[in-house]
Structure formats: C-alpha cells, structure tokens
C-alpha cells in the first residue's frame, strides 16, 4: 500500500511537471491550477502516504513539522506565489516557475506529514492536530479560490489564453482556476481533516479510554 502511494504520487508528479500544464498551457493561469492543485492535494499526500513512518518521515523532528505551522507555511507559499508579481515571475522565468512548484511540492508534504506521518506518536491526540491543521487549510483554499473566482477584473495577464485546446479571456482563466481550487484544493483537505477526525471519534470511543 505505501509502496503503491509513494509511486502513483511520484508518477503523477513526473506527468504533471513533465506534461502539457506547464509547458503548452503554461501561459493559461487555469492550466496552472490544475498543475498546483495536482502537486499540493493529489502528488504530495499520496507521497506522504508512501513516505509516513520510514526513515524519510520528518514530522516528529521539529516544530514547523507539526500540523499548525505547516499550515501556516502552506498558506505563506501559496499566497505569496498568487501574488500578481510572482505569479508574473512564473510565467516569464524558468528558474521562477522551478521554485514556484518546488516550494510547492515541500509545503505539500510538510503539511501532510505533519498532519498523517506517523514519527513517533500516532495518538488521538496527534490525529486531533491533523485534523485541524487539514482543516485550516481548507478554508485558507477556499478563501483564495473565492477570491481568485470572484474577482471582478482579471489579476494575471490580459487578452485569450488557450488551456487545454479550449480559449478563454482572461477573468473566464482566473475564474476556472479559483473555481477548480475551490473545487479540488478546499475538498482534498477538508476530505483529509475529516477522516483524521473520524480516526479520533473512533479512539475515544473504543473501551478502556477516557472520555
């Protein structure tokens, strides 16, 4: 199962930074969703998955592994690289785009390490923090979505941009993106938030522990 994980996650990592996404479609801001959401909320827990309680398990060594601020991280990462400048950056710069999915793929899996990894304790108490830290990460998802999908004027770029074979303006590019980090982004990690929480009602409510 683990083995499973951590080479669908690799895989999909391969297609989505070796694949069209990024390369024909790499001027479409939808394009780039599809690619962010893909590393974040599909490559990173499916790695995380793969990686948790191995030695390649990081989340019991120090405090930024733990669920709150990776959290934290996450939304500075995600946030920042959504600035209209940075975003810019990306688009116009190998080196830029690099780091924009690099930081990426390393907050993903701070996040999901710390929130599933298994390091030295894996207590209700543990899941607990999880949950919440998948949890706050979905809202801080959704609010960015929103925002992206709601905006009135387009933040990035202007003009038609072609994603997937289809052409769109450019605030058409910028809803379909928010829409698909509302739709993707926000669902993985509440989905995520919600299992850990389940695990904790399921622990406190087998014999012989505390109420």
């Known amino acids: 199962m683990k083995a499973a994980a951590l080479i669908a996650g690799l895989l999909l990592l391969g297609f989505i930074w070796g694949g069209p996404l990024l390369d024909r479609d790499g001027g479409s801001f939808t394009a780039h969703m599809l ?37 934290l991280l996450e939304l500075l990462v995600v946030w920042a690289w959504h600035a209209p400048a940075l975003r810019a950056a990306a688009e116009s710069s190998v080196l830029a785009a690099a780091a924009e999915q690099a930081s990426f793929l390393a907050a993903g899996l701070i996040l999901w390490l710390a929130c599933i990894g298994h390091g030295a304790d894996n207590s209700a108490e543990r899941s607990a923090a999880g949950a919440f830290g998948l949890l706050l990460t979905s809202v801080h998802m959704t609010l960015l979505g929103a925002l992206l999908a709601l905006t009135p004027r387009p933040l990035y770029g202007v003009g038609e941009v072609t994603c997937l074979g289809f052409t769109l303006t450019a605030g058409q590019d910028q809803e379909m993106g928010g829409v698909l980090m509302l739709l993707i982004g926000a669902a993985v990690y509440m989905a995520g938030g919600l299992a850990l929480l389940a695990r904790v009602l399921r622990a406190d409510g087998q014999p012989g522990r505390a109420a």
């Open 35 to 71: 690619a962010h959401m893909g590393v974040v909320a599909i490559a990173a827990p499916l790695i995380a998955l793969g990686l948790a309680g191995t030695r390649w398990d990081f989340s019991a060594r120090h405090r930024l592994f733990s669920p709150v601020p990776a959290s």
